[in-house]
């Protein structure tokens, strides 16, 4: 899955990773939610998905 994400995108999936690991719900509803923007599920597959593509194999 290889999804070029905005630098907007980058920062939205952090801040979701860090409302998750804050047990924020209000952050995490806020950022689920808007017209036009990836869906968190995608956002954070996409995500991981660059993470791992940078880390390269030997950390997989």
């Known amino acids: 899955m ?3 994400l905005t630098n907007d995108e980058h920062l939205r999936a952090l ?3 860090e409302a998750v690991v ?3 719900d209000d952050a ?3 950022l689920a939610g ?3 923007k990836r869906r968190l599920p995608a ?3 996409a995500f ?3 993470v791992q593509r940078l ?3 030997e950390c997989r």
Do not use: F, H, R
């Open 43 to 45: 956002l954070l597959a």
């Open 2 to 4: 290889d999804v070029e």
């Open 48 to 50: 991981t998905a660059t």
């Open 15 to 17: 801040s979701a990773l």
């Open 55 to 57: 880390q390269g194999p």
């Open 28 to 30: 995490l509803s806020v």
């Open 34 to 36: 808007g017209m036009g």
């Open 22 to 24: 804050g047990n924020n």
